[in-house]
């Protein structure tokens, strides 16, 4: 059965980091093109980072870019996300999703993931 589960949210000072974790299940993360995205209240769910399948190449919205890094464990079939310097506009719930295995790359658009993990809350409040 294909699941994907986040952790490692929780809530934060402006400033401060945290690691999440998209523990997969049911498929190879490594076959797959992997993305983090998040929403907001009231807001629509936008791409924060993207992996790609294989060559683990890697995508960032510009919003993030600098703080944020995504990266795949293979042998635990895992993808992080390491969120420094966050900001309370980082504050969201987060995402990780698969995407579809023939994508040459990733994308930072939430419209082609085909499935889901739960989410995880981040909240960056001072």
């Known amino acids: 059965q294909v699941q994907l589960v986040e952790s490692g949210g929780g809530l934060v000072q402006p400033g401060g980091s945290l690691k999440l974790s998209c523990a997969a299940s049911?498929?190879?993360?490594?076959?797959?093109?992997i993305g983090w995205f998040r929403q907001a209240p009231g807001k629509e769910r936008e791409g924060v980072s993207c992996i790609g399948r294989s060559d683990g190449r890697t995508y960032y919205a510009d919003s993030v870019m600098g703080r944020f890094t995504i990266s795949r464990d293979n042998a635990k079939n895992t993808v992080y996300l390491q969120m420094n310097g966050l900001k309370p506009e980082d504050t969201a719930v987060y995402y990780c999703?698969?995407?579809?295995?023939?994508?040459?790359?990733?994308?930072?658009?939430?419209?082609?993931?085909?499935?889901w993990g739960q989410g995880t809350q981040v909240t960056v409040s001072s």
């Open positions: 999703a698969r995407q579809p295995r023939q994508f040459r790359r990733c994308v930072l658009s939430p419209g082609p993931s085909d499935f």
């Open positions: 049911g498929f190879t993360v490594d076959d797959y093109p």
